[in-house]
């Protein structure tokens, strides 16, 4: 059974930082983009920040651009995202995904498998 396990999230400051990551077990099939979700309180899920393998390109949420930082090491089947300068209103449960083959990555929908979430909290 394929498992996305993301880890990292929890309490910090405005301002701080945090650094998840998202690691994919049992890989039986290709990766074509990992991606990063979120879903704050009350609010619909909405696109973070994607990347794709090969070739390698990032994309971003305009709310979190110039302050998140999507990599992956393809060797260990993982991704990360690097969060800076954090505001209160990046608290979410955030939720790693993957597409097995090419479609949007802003579209909750053209992923194929998830992760359980990770819970970031950003105090004011």
């Known amino acids: 059974q394929v498992q996305l396990v993301e880890s990292g999230g929890g309490l910090v400051q405005a301002g701080g930082s945090l650094r998840l990551s998202c690691a994919a077990s049992r890989r039986t099939f290709s990766i074509y983009t990992m991606g990063w979700f979120r879903q704050g309180p009350g609010k619909e899920r909405e696109f973070v920040a994607a990347i794709r393998w090969t070739p390698v390109r990032k994309y971003y949420g305009d709310s979190v651009k110039d302050r998140f930082t999507i990599s992956s090491d393809t060797a260990k089947n993982s991704m990360y995202l690097q969060m800076n300068s954090l505001k209160p209103e990046d608290t979410a449960v955030y939720y790693c995904?993957?597409?097995?083959?090419?479609?949007?990555?802003?579209?909750?929908?053209?992923?194929?498998?998830w992760g359980q979430g990770t819970q970031v909290t950003v105090s004011s």
């Open positions: 995904a993957v597409q097995t083959s090419y479609r949007s990555v802003v579209t909750e929908r053209e992923y194929d498998y």
